[in-house]
Protein backbone atom coordinates (compact mmCIF):
# COMPACT_ATOMS: atom_id res chain seq x y z
CA UNK A 1 0.00 0.00 0.00
CA UNK A 2 2.95 2.45 -0.41
CA UNK A 3 1.41 5.11 -2.74
CA UNK A 4 -1.83 5.40 -0.83
CA UNK A 5 0.07 5.11 2.76
CA UNK A 6 2.27 7.53 1.63
CA UNK A 7 -0.21 10.09 0.57
CA UNK A 8 -2.17 9.87 3.63
CA UNK A 9 0.97 10.79 5.53
CA UNK A 10 1.77 13.77 3.00
CA UNK A 11 -2.08 15.24 3.71
CA UNK A 12 -1.24 14.33 7.73
CA UNK A 13 1.91 15.57 8.63
CA UNK A 14 3.52 17.49 5.66
CA UNK A 15 6.49 17.33 3.58
CA UNK A 16 9.84 17.71 5.23
CA UNK A 17 12.71 18.58 3.33
CA UNK A 18 15.89 16.18 4.33
CA UNK A 19 18.84 17.40 5.89
CA UNK A 20 21.93 17.57 3.71
CA UNK A 21 24.91 17.18 5.43
CA UNK A 22 28.30 16.02 4.83
CA UNK A 23 29.17 14.72 8.37
CA UNK A 24 27.46 11.04 8.05
CA UNK A 25 30.63 9.79 10.32
CA UNK A 26 28.33 8.61 12.85
CA UNK A 27 24.90 7.77 11.18
CA UNK A 28 25.56 4.05 11.17
CA UNK A 29 26.61 4.14 15.08
CA UNK A 30 23.81 5.12 17.80
CA UNK A 31 23.73 4.93 21.29
CA UNK A 32 20.10 4.03 22.66
CA UNK A 33 18.81 3.26 26.07
CA UNK A 34 20.92 0.26 26.37
CA UNK A 35 23.67 0.25 24.22
CA UNK A 36 25.22 0.62 20.93
CA UNK A 37 23.50 0.20 17.89
CA UNK A 38 24.67 -0.49 13.98
CA UNK A 39 22.58 0.10 10.87
CA UNK A 40 23.40 0.43 7.32
CA UNK A 41 22.85 2.91 4.58
CA UNK A 42 20.17 2.85 1.67
CA UNK A 43 21.73 2.60 -1.66
CA UNK A 44 22.37 6.57 -2.25
CA UNK A 45 23.60 6.99 1.17
CA UNK A 46 20.42 9.29 1.65
CA UNK A 47 18.75 7.00 4.13
CA UNK A 48 19.95 5.06 6.98
CA UNK A 49 18.26 1.82 7.92
CA UNK A 50 18.33 0.05 11.26
CA UNK A 51 16.73 -3.33 10.96
CA UNK A 52 15.62 -5.38 14.27
CA UNK A 53 15.94 -3.44 16.88
CA UNK A 54 15.02 -4.93 20.49
CA UNK A 55 11.88 -2.59 22.38
CA UNK A 56 11.45 -5.20 25.27
CA UNK A 57 12.62 -8.77 26.48
CA UNK A 58 12.03 -11.53 24.33
CA UNK A 59 8.17 -12.95 25.44
CA UNK A 60 9.46 -16.55 26.21
CA UNK A 61 9.45 -19.23 28.38
CA UNK A 62 8.37 -17.87 31.77
CA UNK A 63 7.76 -14.31 29.74
CA UNK A 64 5.02 -15.86 27.65
CA UNK A 65 1.92 -14.24 28.70
CA UNK A 66 3.26 -11.73 30.58
CA UNK A 67 3.47 -7.70 29.80
CA UNK A 68 6.97 -6.71 28.27
CA UNK A 69 9.27 -6.73 30.56
CA UNK A 70 12.81 -4.48 30.38
CA UNK A 71 15.57 -5.05 27.90
CA UNK A 72 19.06 -6.04 29.52
CA UNK A 73 21.61 -3.48 28.55
CA UNK A 74 24.41 -5.11 25.79
CA UNK A 75 27.91 -4.09 25.41
CA UNK A 76 28.83 -4.95 22.18
CA UNK A 77 27.45 -3.08 19.36
CA UNK A 78 24.36 -4.53 18.15
CA UNK A 79 23.98 -4.99 14.17
CA UNK A 80 20.92 -3.80 12.63
CA UNK A 81 21.69 -4.85 9.12
CA UNK A 82 18.81 -7.46 9.11
CA UNK A 83 14.90 -8.06 9.60
CA UNK A 84 14.10 -9.49 13.00
CA UNK A 85 12.14 -12.55 13.52
CA UNK A 86 8.76 -11.78 12.67
CA UNK A 87 5.76 -13.09 15.33
CA UNK A 88 4.74 -16.91 15.61
CA UNK A 89 2.06 -16.80 13.14
CA UNK A 90 0.80 -19.72 10.64
CA UNK A 91 3.07 -20.36 7.50
CA UNK A 92 2.90 -16.71 5.35
CA UNK A 93 2.19 -17.82 1.69
CA UNK A 94 0.22 -15.22 -0.36
CA UNK A 95 -3.61 -15.99 -0.81
CA UNK A 96 -6.24 -14.31 -2.93
CA UNK A 97 -5.68 -10.55 -3.85
CA UNK A 98 -2.89 -10.32 -1.24
CA UNK A 99 0.06 -11.14 -3.11
CA UNK A 100 4.04 -11.20 -2.48
CA UNK A 101 4.54 -7.70 -1.38
CA UNK A 102 1.88 -7.84 1.47
CA UNK A 103 2.88 -11.61 3.36
CA UNK A 104 5.39 -11.65 6.85
CA UNK A 105 8.36 -13.10 5.36
CA UNK A 106 8.39 -16.97 5.45
CA UNK A 107 11.29 -17.23 7.42
CA UNK A 108 12.25 -16.34 10.38
CA UNK A 109 9.36 -16.53 12.33
CA UNK A 110 9.60 -16.71 16.56
CA UNK A 111 8.21 -15.95 19.77
CA UNK A 112 11.10 -13.62 20.25
CA UNK A 113 9.81 -10.72 17.98
CA UNK A 114 9.56 -7.49 19.95
CA UNK A 115 11.88 -5.94 17.92
CA UNK A 116 11.29 -2.01 15.60
CA UNK A 117 12.83 -0.99 12.86
CA UNK A 118 13.73 2.14 11.74
CA UNK A 119 14.20 4.74 8.18
CA UNK A 120 15.94 7.64 8.51
CA UNK A 121 17.48 10.60 6.38
CA UNK A 122 21.03 10.44 7.08
CA UNK A 123 23.11 13.29 8.67
CA UNK A 124 20.93 13.73 11.65
CA UNK A 125 23.74 12.18 14.12
CA UNK A 126 25.96 15.08 14.17
CA UNK A 127 26.40 17.51 16.85
CA UNK A 128 24.54 20.14 14.90
CA UNK A 129 21.47 18.52 13.91
CA UNK A 130 18.44 19.05 15.87
CA UNK A 131 15.60 16.59 16.47
CA UNK A 132 13.12 18.44 14.41
CA UNK A 133 11.93 15.78 11.68
CA UNK A 134 8.38 14.36 12.32
CA UNK A 135 8.34 10.58 13.33
CA UNK A 136 5.36 8.23 11.44
CA UNK A 137 5.07 4.67 13.71
CA UNK A 138 3.51 2.39 11.59
CA UNK A 139 1.16 -0.94 13.20
CA UNK A 140 0.82 -3.46 10.76
CA UNK A 141 -2.71 -5.78 10.07
CA UNK A 142 -2.83 -9.42 9.87
CA UNK A 143 -6.38 -9.92 12.01
CA UNK A 144 -4.20 -10.38 15.09
CA UNK A 145 -3.05 -13.65 13.87
CA UNK A 146 -0.61 -12.58 11.05
CA UNK A 147 1.90 -9.97 9.83
CA UNK A 148 5.07 -7.87 9.98
CA UNK A 149 6.96 -4.74 10.45
CA UNK A 150 9.15 -6.52 7.60
CA UNK A 151 6.43 -6.93 4.97
CA UNK A 152 8.29 -5.39 1.75
CA UNK A 153 5.13 -3.28 1.29
CA UNK A 154 5.65 -1.47 4.72
CA UNK A 155 9.35 -0.14 3.66
CA UNK A 156 10.06 3.19 5.07
CA UNK A 157 13.00 4.29 2.40
CA UNK A 158 10.79 6.88 0.52
CA UNK A 159 9.30 8.47 4.11
CA UNK A 160 13.10 9.36 4.96
CA UNK A 161 13.98 10.53 1.86
CA UNK A 162 11.61 13.57 2.48
CA UNK A 163 12.61 14.33 5.86
CA UNK A 164 9.88 11.60 8.22
CA UNK A 165 11.48 8.88 10.77
CA UNK A 166 9.69 6.06 9.83
CA UNK A 167 9.56 3.20 12.64
CA UNK A 168 7.50 -0.18 12.04
CA UNK A 169 7.24 -2.58 14.66
CA UNK A 170 6.15 -5.89 16.18
CA UNK A 171 4.24 -7.48 18.58
CA UNK A 172 2.62 -10.58 19.84
CA UNK A 173 0.36 -12.14 17.38
CA UNK A 174 -2.83 -14.96 17.78
CA UNK A 175 -2.60 -17.03 21.10
CA UNK A 176 0.41 -15.72 22.30
CA UNK A 177 -0.49 -11.96 21.91
CA UNK A 178 -4.62 -12.06 23.16
CA UNK A 179 -5.17 -15.17 25.34
CA UNK A 180 -6.91 -13.99 28.16
CA UNK A 181 -7.13 -17.23 31.39
CA UNK A 182 -8.63 -16.71 35.09
CA UNK A 183 -5.03 -18.41 35.73
CA UNK A 184 -3.01 -15.78 33.85
CA UNK A 185 -5.26 -12.69 35.58
CA UNK A 186 -4.64 -14.36 39.21
CA UNK A 187 -1.01 -14.18 38.45
CA UNK A 188 -0.58 -11.09 37.33
CA UNK A 189 -0.25 -7.67 38.93
CA UNK A 190 -2.87 -6.17 37.42
CA UNK A 191 -5.81 -8.57 38.06
CA UNK A 192 -6.11 -8.72 34.07
CA UNK A 193 -4.90 -11.35 31.45
CA UNK A 194 -4.78 -10.97 27.07
CA UNK A 195 -4.20 -7.63 25.25
CA UNK A 196 -0.35 -8.39 25.22
CA UNK A 197 0.10 -7.40 21.63
CA UNK A 198 -1.42 -4.09 22.78
CA UNK A 199 1.29 -3.99 25.94
CA UNK A 200 3.70 -4.69 23.39
CA UNK A 201 2.66 -1.75 21.12
CA UNK A 202 2.53 1.03 24.01
CA UNK A 203 6.18 -0.17 24.88
CA UNK A 204 7.16 0.32 21.52
CA UNK A 205 5.83 3.79 21.70
CA UNK A 206 7.63 4.30 24.62
CA UNK A 207 10.90 3.08 23.38
CA UNK A 208 10.22 5.65 20.77
CA UNK A 209 9.81 8.49 22.55
CA UNK A 210 13.22 8.04 24.36
CA UNK A 211 15.27 7.36 21.66
CA UNK A 212 13.67 8.72 18.59
CA UNK A 213 16.03 11.50 18.86
CA UNK A 214 19.03 9.70 18.22
CA UNK A 215 17.79 9.99 14.11
CA UNK A 216 17.07 13.45 14.02
CA UNK A 217 13.18 12.63 15.50
CA UNK A 218 11.36 14.86 17.14
CA UNK A 219 9.29 12.89 19.91
CA UNK A 220 6.18 15.73 20.09
CA UNK A 221 5.28 14.86 16.43
CA UNK A 222 4.73 11.48 16.46
CA UNK A 223 1.94 10.04 14.17
CA UNK A 224 1.41 6.13 14.47
CA UNK A 225 -0.95 4.68 11.94
CA UNK A 226 -2.02 1.51 11.25
CA UNK A 227 -4.53 -0.28 8.44
CA UNK A 228 -7.06 -3.57 9.28
CA UNK A 229 -5.91 -4.67 12.48
CA UNK A 230 -3.46 -1.90 13.02
CA UNK A 231 -5.94 0.77 12.23
CA UNK A 232 -8.27 -1.45 15.22
CA UNK A 233 -4.64 -1.12 16.87
CA UNK A 234 -4.57 2.78 16.68
CA UNK A 235 -7.98 3.07 17.96
CA UNK A 236 -7.21 0.86 20.70
CA UNK A 237 -4.31 2.74 21.73
CA UNK A 238 -6.47 6.34 21.58
CA UNK A 239 -9.25 4.87 23.85
CA UNK A 240 -5.96 3.70 26.35
CA UNK A 241 -5.08 5.67 28.99
CA UNK A 242 -1.63 3.94 29.00
CA UNK A 243 -0.98 5.70 25.71
CA UNK A 244 -1.61 8.84 26.52
CA UNK A 245 1.29 11.43 25.51
CA UNK A 246 3.18 8.85 23.26
CA UNK A 247 1.48 10.11 19.77
CA UNK A 248 -0.07 13.37 18.72
CA UNK A 249 -1.48 12.12 15.36
CA UNK A 250 -3.39 9.07 14.53
CA UNK A 251 -4.25 7.68 11.33
CA UNK A 252 -7.15 4.36 11.03
CA UNK A 253 -6.86 2.89 7.97
CA UNK A 254 -9.96 0.16 7.15
CA UNK A 255 -9.76 -1.16 10.74
CA UNK A 256 -12.05 0.23 14.09
CA UNK A 257 -12.67 -0.83 17.34
CA UNK A 258 -15.70 1.37 17.64
CA UNK A 259 -18.05 -0.79 14.86
CA UNK A 260 -17.14 -4.33 16.59
CA UNK A 261 -18.75 -5.92 19.86
CA UNK A 262 -15.71 -6.40 21.65
CA UNK A 263 -15.18 -9.19 24.46
CA UNK A 264 -15.07 -8.04 27.94
CA UNK A 265 -12.14 -10.19 30.15
CA UNK A 266 -14.58 -12.40 31.93
CA UNK A 267 -15.78 -14.09 28.27
CA UNK A 268 -12.15 -13.88 27.13
CA UNK A 269 -11.06 -15.74 30.25
CA UNK A 270 -13.73 -18.72 29.36
CA UNK A 271 -11.99 -18.28 26.10
CA UNK A 272 -8.35 -19.06 27.22
CA UNK A 273 -9.51 -21.98 29.36
CA UNK A 274 -10.75 -23.76 26.09
CA UNK A 275 -6.96 -23.56 25.43
CA UNK A 276 -5.98 -25.63 28.17
CA UNK A 277 -9.07 -27.94 27.54
CA UNK A 278 -7.68 -28.85 23.64
CA UNK A 279 -4.51 -29.44 25.12
CA UNK A 280 -5.14 -30.87 27.91
CA UNK A 281 -2.94 -28.91 30.46
CA UNK A 282 -5.03 -27.73 33.32
CA UNK A 283 -2.30 -25.26 34.50
CA UNK A 284 -0.73 -22.26 33.12
CA UNK A 285 2.80 -23.77 33.58
CA UNK A 286 2.24 -26.71 31.26
CA UNK A 287 1.07 -24.51 28.60
CA UNK A 288 4.16 -22.38 29.51
CA UNK A 289 6.06 -25.07 28.55
CA UNK A 290 4.52 -25.89 25.25
CA UNK A 291 6.48 -25.58 22.52
CA UNK A 292 5.10 -22.07 20.44
CA UNK A 293 4.82 -24.53 17.25
CA UNK A 294 2.51 -26.71 19.36
CA UNK A 295 0.63 -24.45 20.71
CA UNK A 296 -0.48 -22.72 17.43
CA UNK A 297 -1.77 -25.75 16.23
CA UNK A 298 -4.01 -26.26 19.53
CA UNK A 299 -4.58 -22.36 18.54
CA UNK A 300 -5.57 -23.37 15.18
CA UNK A 301 -8.35 -25.55 16.24
CA UNK A 302 -10.44 -22.24 17.29
CA UNK A 303 -12.18 -20.01 15.15
CA UNK A 304 -10.83 -17.15 13.32
CA UNK A 305 -11.18 -14.16 14.59
CA UNK A 306 -10.82 -15.87 18.05
CA UNK A 307 -7.77 -13.99 19.12
CA UNK A 308 -8.51 -10.15 19.65
CA UNK A 309 -8.39 -6.98 21.99
CA UNK A 310 -10.23 -7.24 24.88
CA UNK A 311 -12.39 -4.94 27.24
CA UNK A 312 -9.58 -5.80 30.02
CA UNK A 313 -10.16 -2.95 32.54
CA UNK A 314 -6.71 -2.10 32.20
CA UNK A 315 -5.19 -1.43 28.65
CA UNK A 316 -8.86 -1.03 27.39
CA UNK A 317 -10.80 -0.37 31.24
CA UNK A 318 -14.15 0.18 29.27
CA UNK A 319 -16.23 -0.45 25.99
CA UNK A 320 -14.35 2.25 23.76
CA UNK A 321 -18.19 3.67 22.63
CA UNK A 322 -18.79 4.62 26.29
CA UNK A 323 -15.27 5.92 26.70
CA UNK A 324 -15.92 7.87 23.48
CA UNK A 325 -19.69 9.10 24.47
CA UNK A 326 -17.58 10.19 28.02
CA UNK A 327 -14.66 12.34 26.18
CA UNK A 328 -12.45 9.95 28.29
CA UNK A 329 -10.26 9.07 25.50
CA UNK A 330 -6.55 10.38 23.88
CA UNK A 331 -8.26 13.42 21.69
CA UNK A 332 -5.29 13.98 18.77
CA UNK A 333 -5.31 15.30 15.45
CA UNK A 334 -7.07 12.11 13.00
CA UNK A 335 -7.48 10.83 9.58
CA UNK A 336 -9.32 7.95 9.31
CA UNK A 337 -11.38 6.20 6.23
CA UNK A 338 -11.90 3.48 4.05
CA UNK A 339 -11.41 1.43 0.70
CA UNK A 340 -14.27 0.91 -1.26
CA UNK A 341 -13.41 -3.21 -1.20
CA UNK A 342 -14.01 -2.81 2.34
CA UNK A 343 -17.66 -3.65 1.88
CA UNK A 344 -16.40 -7.25 1.03
CA UNK A 345 -15.29 -8.10 5.08
CA UNK A 346 -18.17 -6.08 6.54
CA UNK A 347 -20.66 -7.95 8.68
CA UNK A 348 -23.12 -6.94 6.16
CA UNK A 349 -23.92 -10.01 3.99
CA UNK A 350 -25.19 -9.35 0.82
CA UNK A 351 -28.84 -10.84 0.13
CA UNK A 352 -31.01 -11.48 -3.06
CA UNK A 353 -33.78 -8.66 -4.04
CA UNK A 354 -35.76 -10.50 -1.62
CA UNK A 355 -33.53 -10.58 1.36
CA UNK A 356 -32.65 -7.13 0.99
CA UNK A 357 -36.62 -6.17 1.00
CA UNK A 358 -37.20 -7.95 3.65
CA UNK A 359 -34.14 -6.85 5.55
CA UNK A 360 -35.78 -3.51 5.28
CA UNK A 361 -38.98 -4.49 6.46
CA UNK A 362 -37.89 -5.80 9.80
CA UNK A 363 -34.96 -2.88 9.95
CA UNK A 364 -36.28 0.46 8.78
CA UNK A 365 -40.25 -0.06 8.68
CA UNK A 366 -40.98 3.26 9.81
CA UNK A 367 -38.72 4.76 7.16
CA UNK A 368 -38.90 2.38 4.28
CA UNK A 369 -39.77 4.91 1.14
CA UNK A 370 -37.30 6.93 2.33
CA UNK A 371 -34.73 4.65 2.86
CA UNK A 372 -35.02 2.82 -1.00
CA UNK A 373 -34.54 6.60 -1.98
CA UNK A 374 -30.87 6.50 -0.43
CA UNK A 375 -30.44 2.77 -1.07
CA UNK A 376 -32.51 1.66 -4.35
CA UNK A 377 -32.99 -1.89 -5.62
CA UNK A 378 -34.94 -1.46 -8.54
CA UNK A 379 -32.19 -3.88 -10.54
CA UNK A 380 -29.41 -6.12 -9.91
CA UNK A 381 -26.81 -3.17 -10.63
CA UNK A 382 -28.80 -0.68 -7.72
CA UNK A 383 -28.90 -3.86 -5.42
CA UNK A 384 -25.42 -4.51 -5.38
CA UNK A 385 -24.53 -0.85 -5.46
CA UNK A 386 -27.17 -0.18 -1.99
CA UNK A 387 -25.52 -3.50 0.06
CA UNK A 388 -22.27 -2.18 -0.88
CA UNK A 389 -22.38 1.17 0.67
CA UNK A 390 -24.59 -0.24 3.67
CA UNK A 391 -22.26 -2.80 4.42
CA UNK A 392 -19.31 0.12 4.24
CA UNK A 393 -21.84 1.92 6.78
CA UNK A 394 -21.68 -0.86 8.97
CA UNK A 395 -17.64 -1.74 8.70
CA UNK A 396 -16.55 1.59 9.66
CA UNK A 397 -18.23 4.98 8.06
CA UNK A 398 -21.00 5.32 11.00
CA UNK A 399 -17.87 4.49 13.86
CA UNK A 400 -15.96 7.22 12.29
CA UNK A 401 -18.50 9.79 11.70
CA UNK A 402 -19.28 9.14 15.67
CA UNK A 403 -16.09 9.52 16.33
CA UNK A 404 -16.19 12.56 14.69
CA UNK A 405 -18.80 14.28 16.50
CA UNK A 406 -17.13 13.88 19.43
CA UNK A 407 -13.03 15.21 18.89
CA UNK A 408 -11.96 18.88 19.69
CA UNK A 409 -9.15 18.11 17.64
CA UNK A 410 -9.34 17.89 13.85
CA UNK A 411 -10.74 14.76 12.44
CA UNK A 412 -10.01 14.12 8.08
CA UNK A 413 -12.43 11.27 7.05
CA UNK A 414 -11.31 10.02 3.68
CA UNK A 415 -12.70 6.94 0.84
CA UNK A 416 -10.65 5.31 -1.54
CA UNK A 417 -11.95 4.00 -4.43
CA UNK A 418 -8.24 3.64 -6.68
CA UNK A 419 -7.60 0.36 -8.08
CA UNK A 420 -4.23 -0.33 -8.25
CA UNK A 421 -2.57 -1.21 -11.75
CA UNK A 422 -3.17 -4.98 -12.88
CA UNK A 423 -0.70 -7.26 -12.94
CA UNK A 424 0.11 -9.33 -15.74
CA UNK A 425 -1.83 -12.35 -15.05
CA UNK A 426 -3.50 -11.50 -11.99
CA UNK A 427 -7.52 -11.12 -11.41
CA UNK A 428 -8.25 -7.25 -10.97
CA UNK A 429 -9.82 -7.23 -7.16
CA UNK A 430 -11.10 -3.42 -7.62
CA UNK A 431 -10.11 -1.18 -4.27
CA UNK A 432 -9.54 -4.49 -2.17
CA UNK A 433 -8.64 -4.01 1.64
CA UNK A 434 -5.05 -3.20 1.97
CA UNK A 435 -4.54 -2.07 -1.78
Known sequence: ?????????????????????????????????????????????????????????????????RAPQPLSDWYDTLKCQDFPPSPIQNKPVPFSMWS????????????????????????????????????????????????????????????????????????????FGFMAHPQLSLES???????????????????????????????????????????????????????????????????????????????????????????????????????ADSLLVVANRLPFGFFQPIIDKYIIPRDPNKMLSEGNFNDVTMMSGWVTGDSEISSFKAKDKEGFMEYVRESHSDSEVDFYKLFPADNDSLLVKSQNKLALLEFKIKADFNLASKLENDIYLYEYDYVPTDKPGFPNYGAFHTS
Open 1 to 65: MRVSLYSLLLVCIGLYSCTDSTDQSNDLFVKVSNGYLEGEYNSDSSVVVFKGIPYAAPPVNELRW
Open 100 to 175: EEFITPAEPLSEDCLYLNIWAPSGQSSAQSIADKPVFVWIHGGAFVSGSGACPIYDGEEFAKQGIVFVSINYRLGV
Open 189 to 291: TINSSGNYGLMDQIVALRWVKQNINKWGGDSTQVTIAGQSAGGSSVEALIFSPLAKGFFNQAIVQSGSLLSKKMDHLKHAEENGLKISKIADYKNITQLRELS
